[in-house]
């Protein structure tokens, strides 16, 4: 059973600029189109833990849903998800030990976590056990930060490194 990060950050560790925009993640000359590993990811992964602020901004990019696996969305405020996703996605509560344990014993054994917040909190817990950072060549100089406080240091072993579409770095990190 493992929980999962796989993000992409600026160089200054922001996943989303002062605005909350997401542009400068896909403004790169990308000509054949390479996902980055993200469908690959995606096949290794039971279900999603993500944020209700990461949700909403998926709400609001309209289109298709992009994931095809089961989305738990973390939230306290909100009542119910929307009606047309929810087929794909369903509310959840509870601390990050709760929320893991609940979603094992329903057989969601490998766990992606996404949002800022919500990858914090597990953090926290320290229930994160891989994370996978690609970093862009930017500094956004602001806005939603992938890490915060921690009580004490946390150590990873380093996996592996990959230079992306000539400019950005995938770390792949194990506790
Ligand atoms: N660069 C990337 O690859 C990437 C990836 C993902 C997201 N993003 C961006 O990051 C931003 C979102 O990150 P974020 O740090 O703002 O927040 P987030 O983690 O997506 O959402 C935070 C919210 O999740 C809920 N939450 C978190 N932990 C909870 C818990 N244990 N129990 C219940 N609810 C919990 C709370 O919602 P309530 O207030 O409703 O209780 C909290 O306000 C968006 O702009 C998104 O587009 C970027």
Redesign the pocket.
């Known amino acids: 059973m493992s929980n999962i990060v796989f993000?992409?950050?600026s160089l200054d560790n922001y996943?989303?600029d002062k605005q909350?925009g997401?542009e400068w993640?896909t403004t790169l000359p990308n000509p054949e189109q390479d996902d980055c590993g993200f469908a690959a990811f995606m096949d290794s992964v039971d279900a999603l833990v993500?944020?209700?602020?990461?949700f909403e901004?998926l709400c609001g990019f309209g289109g298709e849903w992009p994931y095809s696996k089961p989305v738990f969305v973390?939230?306290?405020?909100?009542h119910a998800i929307p009606e047309p996703l929810q087929d794909k996605a369903q509310l959840i509560?509870?601390?990050?030990e709760e929320?893991t344990r609940q979603l094992n014993d329903k057989g969601f054994r490998r766990l992606y976590i996404?949002?800022?917040?919500?990858?914090q909190?597990f953090l926290e817990a320290g229930l994160i056990d891989e994370m996978i950072i690609s970093r862009l060549p930017v500094l956004l100089g602001g806005g939603?930060p992938l890490f915060g406080e921690l009580a004490s240091p946390l150590w990873f072993q380093l996996v592996e490194t990959k230079l992306l579409l000539g400019s950005i770095v995938m770390s792949h990190y194990r506790r």
């Open positions: 993000i992409g950050t996943i989303a909350g997401l993640l993500m944020g209700r602020n990461t901004t973390l939230s306290r405020s909100l509560q509870g601390s990050p929320v996404d949002g800022g917040q919500t990858i909190s939603t």
